[in-house]
C-alpha cells in the first residue's frame, strides 16, 4: 500500500515536471525565433531604404505581424506568438528574393563587368585579384539563392537566413570590385584620391596631413622639407582668428587655437603627428601607397569606406569635367551613382529608415475581435437549444415539431 502511493506520488511529480519543463521550452523557443525575426526585419529594412522605399507597405505588413506576435509574447500566448512569427517569415519570403533577384544579384553583376574592361585593360595583377574575388563572391550569392529558392515551401526561416547570407556575399562582391577600381588607378589618380580623403577628412575637424591638402608639387615638397622648428613657429605666427568655410559653404569664424589644435591637441602628440606626416608624404610622393596606408590607418577611422568613398568623388571630378584636349570613355561614367551601393554595403542608410516611418502606425490585433466573439457566443447559444425565444417564435417551434411526429404515429 505504502509502495503504490510512493509511486503514485513519483508518477505526478514527473507530470508536473513534463509539464513545466515543456511549458519553458515553448518559451524560451518563442523567445529566439522572435529575436530572430527582429533581426531579419531589420537587416531587410536597409536593403527596402537603400534600394526600394517603394515596398513601404510590403515591410508594413511584415512589421505588423511581428510586433503582435511580440505582444502575444507577452501575454504569455506562445502559440499565438509563434503563428505570427510564421506569417511574417511568410510575407518577408517573398519580399527577401524580390531584393535578391532584382536588386543584389543584378546589381553586383553589372558593376563587376562594367569595371572589368578598363581592369584588364591596366594590366594590374592586385586589381584583377580583387575583381576575380568580386566574380566569386557573385557565384556564391546565387549559390545560396538556388539553396533556398530549392528548399521546402513552408521552411521559412531557413529560406530567409540563405537568402539573407547571399544578399551579404553580393555586398562582399561589390565592395571587392571597388576596391579593384581604386587598386586599378595609376599613382597619379591615388594622389587625387587619397587628397580627396584627408580632404574631407579636415572638414570634419582632422588634423592630419591638413598642411599637404591641395598643395601643388612645389609647395608640397617645401612643406615636406620644413622642421618641427619652422612648423611650431608658423603656428604662433597665426592671426588670432581666420574665416573658413565648413563642409556645408558656411563661413565660420574660428581661433588659431581651434583651427590648428582642435580639440587641445598637444604638443607631444603634435610632434608625432609632424614626424608621420612627413613619411607619409615621402610614400605618396614615391608611390608607395601600401606603407602609407599602415600610418594613415592609426589616425583615419573606416578607412576603407573613406578611401573607396573618395575614390569615387576624385573620379567623378576628374573624369566626368577631363582636361582640356583629353579624352577617355570612363569621362562618361558617373561615379557617384555607386555611393548608393557603397554605403549599402557598410550596412548604412541613403535616407531615413522606412521601417522608422511606419513603427508608429501598427496596432495590436487580439486573437478575437470583440464583434467574432459576440458573433460565436451568439452561434454556440442558438446551436445548443439554450436560447429562449419569444411566444410567437415558441409556437411555431412546437408546431413544427408536432407536425414532425404525427408522419411517425
Known sequence: MRISKYLSSIAVILIFGVTSSFAAVDQTFVERILKENREFVDFIDVCVTNFTPDKKNDLFTIYQKHFNAEVAFLQGDYKRAFDNVYDSQKDMVALYEFMLTEYYLEDSKNILDGFAPDIIRTKNTAAKQYLTLGYRDR??????????????????????????????????????????????QDGKVKLKIYNQMFKSENEKGGLFFKRFVDKNEKDYIIEMNKTYEEYEKELDQKPATEEVKTAEGVKNTQTADALNTANFEKKMERSVRFRKEQRVAQYIMNEEFDKAETIIRSYVDDYNFKLILATFNALDSAETHPAEGETTTAA???????????????????GKSVLDSVVGDVKVIDAVKKEDKKIVDQEKI????????????????????????????
Open 139 to 184: 557565384t556564391l550569392a546565387r549559390t545560396f539563392y538556388i539553396s533556398g529558392e530549392a528548399s521546402h515551401p513552408k521552411l521559412y526561416s531557413y529560406k530567409i537566413y540563405k537568402y539573407l547570407e547571399a544578399i551579404n556575399m553580393a555586398r562582399r562582391g561589390k565592395r571587392y570590385a571597388f576596391i579593384s577600381l581604386y587598386t586599378g
Open 332 to 350: 562618361k561614367k558617373d561615379y557617384k551613382k555607386f555611393i548608393q551601393h557603397h554605403n549599402d554595403n557598410y550596412i548604412i542608410m541613403n
Open 382 to 409: 442558438e446551436g445548443g437549444g439554450n436560447k429562449i425565444p419569444d411566444s410567437e417564435a415558441n409556437k411555431k417551434l412546437e408546431d413544427a415539431a408536432k407536425e414532425n411526429k404525427e408522419p411517425n404515429k
